[in-house]
């Protein structure tokens, strides 16, 4: 069956250091991948996406994400976090419907 | 320009009572979803619509009905709500198939509670 995975529930980083949230799929095909970003009580927003050619995509507010076939990850990359970043972080992976991970939330320490 | 719209923001219901949770786009998208979300379970689709007229099961389609009868519109209907449904129920759309396909435009949320 096609699914997204995000193996960590939750992550705590201080503020400055570097993020990477991580994000397997199983998929037949290669499906599209889409990073989300849901702060509290809010409806979700648009980080980044893949569909084919460069690899390392680059998204809004600074974070990136790499595809790897391979691995079959599409991990979510930040160099240096800010207090703002505090939030729970989907993986979503498209080939007709759309199937998000289980989410990653994200705290920040000052 | 509204984006996707959703109806009402907050719900309580009793058991057994049913409901239409609405949304609305005016995107002229041709697909149409609801999610729900629950603590530690991301979202879950529950059904899908890739254009009037056509509508599918998602991941958790039990205890849910959906119609597409207009390109804007794609109301969930609740027919016998239960405890089990209390949750965030997202609906989102987006355009254009494989690499013209547009990301998820998401609606603000419907918060429901089932006592």
């Known amino acids: 069956a096609q699914s997204v995975t995000q193996p960590d529930i939750h992550i705590t980083v201080s503020e400055g250091a570097s993020l990477e949230l991580r994000c397997n799929y199983s998929y037949g095909a290669t499906p599209y991948l889409f990073w989300y970003v849901q702060s509290p009580g809010q409806g979700l927003q648009l980080l980044l996406k893949?569909?084919?050619?460069?690899?390392l995509v680059q998204g809004i507010k600074g974070f990136e994400a790499e595809f790897k076939r391979s691995q079959s990850s599409f991990n979510l990359r930040k160099p240096s976090v800010h207090w703002s970043d505090a939030a729970e972080y989907f993986c979503a992976a498209v080939s007709g419907k759309s199937t998000f991970g289980d989410g990653t939330t994200l705290t920040v320490k000052p | 320009n509204a984006g996707v719209t959703q109806t009402p923001k907050f719900q309580v219901l009793k058991t057994g009572q049913s409901m239409t949770l609405q949304c609305a786009q005016d995107m002229n998208h041709e697909y149409m979803s609801w999610y729900r979300q629950d603590p530690g379970m991301g979202l879950r689709l529950i059904h899908y619509?890739?254009?009037?007229?056509?509508?599918d099961q998602g991941e958790v389609p039990n205890g849910y009905n959906v119609s597409r009868s207009t390109t804007e519109d794609f109301p969930l209907r609740l027919l016998s709500a239960a405890p089990s449904q209390t949750s965030v129920y997202f609906c989102?759309?987006?355009?254009?198939?494989?690499?013209?396909?547009?990301?998820?435009?998401f609606g603000n949320g419907t918060r429901l509670t089932v006592t």
């Open positions: 893949y569909f084919s050619g460069d690899t």
């Open positions: 989102a759309s987006r355009t254009g198939t494989g690499e013209r396909a547009s990301p998820l435009h």
């Open positions: 619509s890739v254009g009037a007229g056509i509508t």
